[in-house]
């Protein structure tokens, strides 16, 4: 199975339920025979065609319209799996994996759907020949078209990457913001605003929020919805967060790390610490601006990326995902409004989107530089 390509496996994932949706209608035609029933005059397609492994039992003439219905959904040709001239043989690895898909699919579909197609190759390919698999962020670019077989390969190729290290990226960043200098000079924030969440067709109430962020690594948000008080704290140990009155919990692992990648103040300090493994990409281009992005990891979250204004050296866009059961949990924040606190540049605004087409935007009114005690970000006792 290690010979099995990528492409491969995307290529073939939606082809055995493709099968599934023919071979569910032949079933439940009049007269059409059931595997291993007597044929009663329909030929099966292992009378018909050769070398026949997983579709034993389908009607022959179902055959041809299921391989149209696997071209069209991926937005491939018969040739992606089969040798032409040939179709018995079995010198493609797309073939050679589309039967383990098939039985997986079948399987699926029998076991979990009680027999019913439920599954089909459209439902993750809807034309593409690779799936799409990480949901957007709200308000990302709308899915690509499906193009077919040779969408990648139509598109340009990337810019190379620049020849600049990522010390050089983090400390035109720094330079951006006002230098190590004005960092040292105001190691400590506290900013009060609002935040308000938008999702398509509904706007709901700004909340106050007040955020105390300290150097090197501290920081505490406080969000008032009513009467209630939501509390979201990180340190060097981790963090903790309280809803209410409820009792205060621990971070998860991987909350924590979004939690210190969400505190844009601190972030210039503690981004090129806690980002591992990290490397400079091909650049892309953002409302028009050439941006550097740079990628890694922090201790728990797989993917990290920053975006950085190539002109301006000042950070316009971090991306991180989040691990789950079924596939990466995007977050992307944006920068925006910077403005002066103590010779430092802050940012007044930024807009954090997820999925589910969620979209929070914070907007300061005040950012000061402040004394802020250790004692504020410590965890409470339990509920009061």
Request: charged fraction near 20%; include cysteine; charge should be positive.
């Amino acid at each position: 199975m290690s010979r099995i390509t990528k492409k491969a496996v995307c290529g073939v994932a939606g082809i055995a339920a493709s099968l599934t949706l023919t071979i569910s209608g032949a079933r439940a035609q009049s007269g059409a025979a059931q595997p291993g029933a007597p044929s009663g005059g329909v030929k099966m397609a292992e009378e018909v065609y050769k070398n026949i492994q997983v579709l034993k039992g389908v009607p022959a003439e179902q055959i041809p319209p299921t391989m149209q219905l696997i071209a069209a959904s991926l937005g491939t040709q018969c040739s992606h799996c089969h040798v032409q001239g040939a179709n018995e043989k079995d010198d493609k690895t797309p073939k050679e994996f589309a039967r383990i898909m098939m039985k997986m699919v079948l399987d699926l579909n029998k076991n979990t759907f009680g027999d019913r197609m439920a599954i089909t190759c459209f439902t993750c390919h809807q034309g593409r020949n690779k799936p799409i698999a990480i949901a957007n962020v709200i308000g990302a670019e709308l899915l690509p078209r499906a193009l077919g077989e040779d969408y990648l390969a139509t598109l340009p190729p990337p810019p190379p990457v620049p020849s600049i290290s990522t010390a050089q990226v983090f400390d035109k960043y720094i330079a951006a913001l006002g230098g190590q200098s004005a960092l040292q000079k105001v190691p400590s924030l506290t900013a009060t605003g609002t935040v308000t969440q938008r999702r398509p067709g509904r706007d709901f109430p700004s909340n106050q929020i007040e955020i105390f962020s300290k150097a090197p690594g501290m920081g505490l948000t406080v969000t008032r919805a009513g009467q209630n008080e939501n509390l979201l704290a990180y340190g060097a140990n981790g963090g903790w967060t309280r809803a209410g009155n409820t009792a205060p919990r621990d971070l998860r692992k991987a909350e924590a790390d979004g939690t210190k990648l969400d505190d844009p103040f601190n972030l210039p300090v503690q981004l090129k610490q806690v980002m591992l493994d990290a490397k400079v990409d091909h650049p892309e281009v953002i409302a028009g601006r050439e941006v550097y992005v740079m990628t890694g990891r922090t201790q728990n979250l797989p993917l990290v990326k920053a975006y950085f204004d190539k002109e301006s050296g000042m950070l316009v866009r971090l991306v991180y995902h989040t691990d789950t059961p079924f596939g990466p949990y995007p977050t992307q924040i944006e920068y925006r409004d910077f403005r002066d606190v103590g010779g430092r540049k802050v940012p007044y605004q930024w807009v954090s989107s997820q999925v589910r087409n969620r979209e929070f935007t914070y907007a300061m009114q005040a950012v000061r530089a402040a004394e802020v005690d250790d004692t504020r970000f410590s965890r409470p006792g339990g509920t009061r």
